[in-house]
C-alpha cells in the first residue's frame, strides 16, 4: 500500500493494556454498518430524530476508532519482534491504514454535521458516498487484521509464548538462586574448617622454640662433659708415660782400665 506515512502524534499518559484491541475492532466495524442502516432507512422516514441517533453513534465512532488504533498499536509493538519480515511489512500496512481510518472516521463526522447543517440533498449524497466507501476500506482493514491473527499468530500465540517463556525463566531463576546459596553456604562451612587447623598449627610453633632451645643447651653441655672426661683420663696415662724416663734409676757402668 502506497499511502504517505502518517501518524497520530498523541502520547496516551498510561500503558495501554494489551489483548484489548478485538474488543475495539468489535465496535468499529459494527457501528458504521449501523450508521449506513439508520440512514438508508431516515432517507424515507427523514425524522430528525433518527438523524440525531446516527449523529451520536459517529461522535461515538471517533472514539472507539482512536481507542482501536491505540490498543492495535500496543500489541502490535508487543509482538513486532517476533514477527518475520515478511509480516513485519504487513503489521505496518496494518498500522498505517488504521491511522487513516481514525481521521476517514473524523471526516464522516464532518460530513454529518454539514449534511444536518445545508440541509440539501448533494450534500447528503456527499456523506453517504463517503459513507460507503468508508465502510468498504474498514471491512478490508479488518479482513487484513483476521489474517494477522488467525495466519500468523500476531498478538496471539506470541504473547502466549512470551508468557509461558517468562513463567518458565522465572522458574529457572529461583532454582539458580537456592543453588547459589547452598553454594554459599557448602562455601563458608569448608573455609570454617579449613580455618580451625590452621589456628592450631599457629599455636604449636609457639611453645616449640623454647623446647628447641633448652634440647640444644643440654645437647651441648652433654658434649662439653663429653669431651672434658677423656682429658682427665688422659692426663693420668701420660705421666706414667714420662715419670719411668724422670725417675730412671738404672746405673750405667763405669768402664775401667
Given amino acids: 500500500m502506497n499511502l504517505p506515512v502518517i501518524d497520530i502524534p498523541v502520547k496516551l499518559p498510561f500503558d495501554v493494556p494489551l489483548l484489548v484491541h478485538p474488543v475495539f475492532v468489535h465496535f468499529v466495524i459494527a457501528i458504521p454498518v ?24 459517529l461522535i461515538l465512532a471517533v472514539f472507539v476508532f482512536a481507542g482501536a488504533f491505540f490498543t492495535g498499536k500496543a500489541d502490535g509493538s508487543e509482538a513486532f ?14 498500522k498505517l491504514l488504521g491511522t ?64 509461558d517463556r517468562i513463567n518458565e525463566m522465572k522458574i529457572d531463576l529461583d532454582n539458580l538462586n537456592e543453588q547459589l546459596q547452598k553454594a554459599k553456604t557448602e562455601c563458608e562451612e569448608k573455609s570454617a574448617a579449613a580455618s580451625e587447623p590452621a589456628q592450631s598449627e599457629e599455636t604449636t610453633p609457639a611453645v616449640a622454640p623454647e623446647a628447641a632451645t633448652e634440647t640444644t643447651v643440654s645437647n651441648e653441655s652433654s658434649e662439653e662433659n663429653a669431651t672434658a672426661a677423656p682429658a682427665e683420663v688422659e692426663t693420668p696415662a701420660s705421666q706414667e708415660a714420662v715419670q719411668p724416663e724422670g725417675n730412671s734409676t738404672t746405673q750405667v757402668p763405669i768402664p775401667t782400665h
Fill in 100 to 163: 487513516y481510518l481514525v481521521f476517514g472516521a473524523v471526516l464522516v463526522l464532518l460530513l454529518k454535521l454539514g449534511a444536518m447543517i445545508i440541509r440539501k440533498k448533494w450534500m447528503k449524497n456527499v456523506f453517504m458516498g463517503f459513507l460507503v466507501l468508508f465502510i468498504a476500506i474498514l471491512f478490508k482493514q479488518g479482513k487484513d487484521g483476521g489474517e494477522l491473527v488467525f495466519e500468523y499468530g500476531v498478538n496471539v500465540k506470541p504473547v502466549t509464548e512470551l508468557k
Fill in 81 to 94: 519482534s517476533f514477527l518475520s519480515p515478511e509480516v513485519q511489512d504487513e503489521l505496518r500496512s496494518h
Fill in 34 to 57: 449501523i450508521v449506513l442502516l439508520i440512514e438508508l432507512v431516515n432517507l424515507k422516514t427523514k425524522k430528525p430524530a433518527v438523524s440525531v441517533t446516527s449523529l451520536s453513534l
